[in-house]
Nanobody, 122 residues
Framework: QVQLVESGGGLVQAGGSLRLSCAAS????????MGWFRQAPGKEREFVAA????????YYADSVKGRFTISRDNAKNTMFLQMNSLKPEDTAVYYC???????????????WGQGTKVTVSS
């Protein structure tokens, strides 16, 4: 059983940056592909980014491509999401998730964190 804990959310002005972290425990972190999802108020949860278990391949939603960077440190069982040039529409609760890459990309990973809130003010 994998446990995931997000951190790093907060309030930032438009154009600013935040770095989210996702710490994993209880499983073999390096064997899982990982992803970030977000859910804005009144909207469905959506895919943000994913990274293969090797760290060699990354995938992004069009809405964040060029602004967000996903990475992972398998030695520290931690995944990151560097968010730059933030926009008010990026406001959401951000969740990290883990599973096989196809399952993450389909938006149906088995393991989820509890989320960290990001608020971008205009």
């Amino acid at each position: 059983q994998v446990q995931l804990v997000e951190s790093g959310g907060g309030l930032v002005q438009a154009g600013g940056s935040l770095r989210l972290s996702c710490a994993a425990s209880g499983g073999t972190f390096s064997s899982y592909s990982m992803g970030w999802f977000r859910q804005a108020p009144g909207k469905e949860r959506e895919f943000v980014a994913a990274i293969r278990w090797t760290g060699g391949s990354t995938y992004y939603a069009d809405s964040v491509k060029g602004r967000f960077t996903i990475s992972r440190d398998n030695a520290k069982n931690t995944m990151f999401l560097q968010m730059n040039s933030l926009k008010p529409e990026d406001t959401a609760v951000y969740y990290c998730a883990a599973d096989s890459l196809p399952t993450v990309l389909r938006g149906r990973p088995t393991y989820w964190g509890q989320g960290t809130k990001v608020t971008v003010s205009s």
